[in-house]
């Protein structure tokens, strides 16, 4: 309820591009935040979500993949998707680091290209970001704007 959040403090994260940008990216983020009033806290950029997954978070998920039925997800699938996996994997660690004591955690949901990745699969990365975490709201658009703004 409105009224249990109310106190709450509002921390935006935004994945970076080049490590060289985060300055800038954290200033046109808060300035687009400011332009559609909404209070935040911090907005944090982070940099690097491609570097490869801790090994126990890898066993973690491979553990996940473990206890589905066998021929489920094919080892072609788990190839062509490896930098996916990971990247998902990484997003887990990230999500822990920053967001465990949060009252609630709102994110975009990974939107899977039909046919490119196997149902199971896509599955077993939600499980692993949204795991031991507190609860979560996974968010997916239309991809249409809904807000408008004037400069």
């Not at 309820?1 to 954290?26: A, H, I, P």
């Not at 975490?133 to 408008?148: A, F, W």
């Amino acid at each position: 309820t409105r009224q249990m959040y109310s106190e709450c403090s509002l921390r935006v994260f935004t994945l970076g591009n080049k490590k060289d940008d985060l300055d800038r990216e954290t200033r046109n983020m808060a300035a687009l935040l400011a332009k559609f009033r909404i209070d935040f806290s911090d907005v944090i950029v982070v940099p690097d979500v491609t570097k490869r997954a801790a090994e126990d978070t890898r066993q973690e998920h491979k553990e996940i993949l473990d206890s589905l039925p066998e021929g489920t997800i094919s080892e072609t699938d788990l190839a062509s998707n490896k930098e996916k996996t990971n990247r998902h994997l990484r997003l887990a660690e990230l999500l822990r680091h920053h967001s465990l004591n949060s009252q609630l955690i709102f994110m975009t949901l990974p939107i899977p290209r039909k046919g490119s990745v196997c149902p199971a699969l896509y599955m077993s990365w939600l499980d692993i970001m949204t795991r031991d975490l507190p609860p979560t709201l996974l968010i997916r658009g239309n991809q249409t704007s809904v807000l408008t703004f004037y400069s």
